[in-house]
């Protein structure tokens, strides 16, 4: 019977050790501070081994159209059937394109990417006015450890950030280390590790804490988790737990 009161108190103590704080909890608590700070976000650049989708238009869709892949039907609205039939950045950076035949793209944005394509179709005399279109199909990140969806996560805009990352995975659990998410990017052959505290605006403005090609973000779990091995996820469960033991444990001194 000892035995079991002890495992109460123990369990008990844990509890209150564990509990969580609003200030451990919360997201972005001092984001009025910030609101009025200067945005500069790097968008992505293009990398070898890419899949870009380019699409030329003009208001004659016939005269654009040999500068242009054939159409597939079945490649219609999934980024994984359109990486078959977009262009591959080789080694070098180049794209080949139908008539414009080689265009170095590796290191630019897919905005100036645009522009170029859109400024030799114009030079060269091919078109008079044409619009370019042009996405990177296979950026994606891997986000790991304490969200609700880990796992490897394709994007297709641009630039996303770290929230909309989180928001990707189904957010956090309850268990998450919210003041030390690492955020781990290779970089011109080096690792870079960051590490951010959600519960403060501060990092926001940061253009280095945007979502980029094959980031990965580590999300922390909290000493409850890692000492529980996994199997108490959070207070409420280990609350749960005590009250049973103290009812198993009131119901035999009954007796």
Not at 119 to 141: A, D, Q, W
Not at 241 to 250: D, E, K, Q, V
Request: charged share 20%; net charge positive.
């Amino acid at each position: 019977m000892k035995k079991i009161l002890l495992t109460i108190v123990i369990l008990f103590l844990l509890m209150l050790q564990s509990c969580t704080t609003k200030k451990q909890m919360l997201y972005l608590q001092d984001l009025d501070k910030y609101s009025n700070s200067t945005l500069n976000y790097a968008a992505t650049k293009i990398q070898p081994n890419d899949i870009l989708k380019i699409d030329i238009s003009d208001l004659n869709p016939l005269v654009a159209a040999p500068f242009n892949l054939p159409v597939s039907t079945s490649a219609n609205g999934s980024v994984d059937l359109m990486k078959l039939s977009g262009y591959l950045v080789t080694p070098q950076g180049n794209v080949t394109l139908p008539i414009l035949n080689e265009v170095s793209v590796a290191g630019m944005t897919p905005t100036m990417t645009e522009k170029k394509i859109k400024e030799r179709l114009i030079n060269e005399g091919y078109l008079v006015n044409p619009t370019v279109f042009v996405r990177v199909l296979n950026n994606k990140f891997t986000i790991l450890g304490e969200v609700n969806s880990p796992g490897v996560i394709p994007f297709t805009e641009e630039s996303i950030s770290l929230l909309d990352a989180i928001g990707l995975a189904r957010d956090l659990t309850y268990s998450a280390i919210r003041k030390d998410v690492k955020l781990i990017r290779e970089l011109n052959g080096k690792r870079l590790v960051y590490h951010i505290d959600l519960t403060t605006a501060s990092w926001m403005s940061n253009p280095d804490y945007r979502i980029r090609q094959n980031d990965v973000i580590v999300v922390t779990p909290n000493k409850l988790k890692v000492n529980s091995g996994g199997l108490i996820k959070d207070p409420i469960q280990l609350l749960g737990i005590t009250a049973s033991l103290l009812s198993l444990f009131l119901l035999f001194k009954l007796q």
